[in-house]
Nanobody
Framework: QVQLVESGGGLVQAGGPLRLSCTAS????????MGWFRQAPGKERELVTD????????WYADSVKGRFSISRDNAKNTVYLQMNRLKPEDTAVYYC????????????WGQGTQVTVSS
């Protein structure tokens, strides 16, 4: 099993950038597809972006397309989420997650990191 630890959350003004990191330990990181989910107060957790094992394929929700960028460094066992042009509606707890198969079967969650965007 892999263990995930996020970092990099915080308070940022609207329009600003923020970068989240998620570092894995345990089983081989490169064997997992990785993703970032978020959950805003009163809303369901949603998948924001994901990246394939090699990093060659990425997907973005429409709400973040063109503003967020996911990347991974398998040598450092880390996946990143670069968030630009942040909006107040991006305020949420952000979680990284790992899967061997697909997002119907999530093998590990991080503890979550709060991102707050002020207007």
């Amino acid at each position: 099993q892999v263990q995930l630890v996020e970092s990099g959350g915080g308070l940022v003004q609207a329009g600003g950038p923020l970068r989240l990191s998620c570092t894995a330990s345990g089983r081989t990181f490169s064997g997992y597809g990785m993703g970032w989910f978020r959950q805003a107060p009163g809303k369901e957790r949603e998948l924001v972006t994901d990246i394939s094992r090699s990093g060659g394929t990425t997907w973005y929700a429409d709400s973040v397309k063109g503003r967020f960028s996911i990347s991974r460094d398998n040598a450092k066992n880390t996946v990143y989420l670069q968030m630009n042009r942040l909006k107040p509606e991006d305020t949420a707890v952000y979680y990284c997650a790992a899967t061997v198969k697909n997002w119907g079967t999530i093998d590990a969650w991080g503890q979550g990191t709060q991102v707050t965007v002020s207007s």
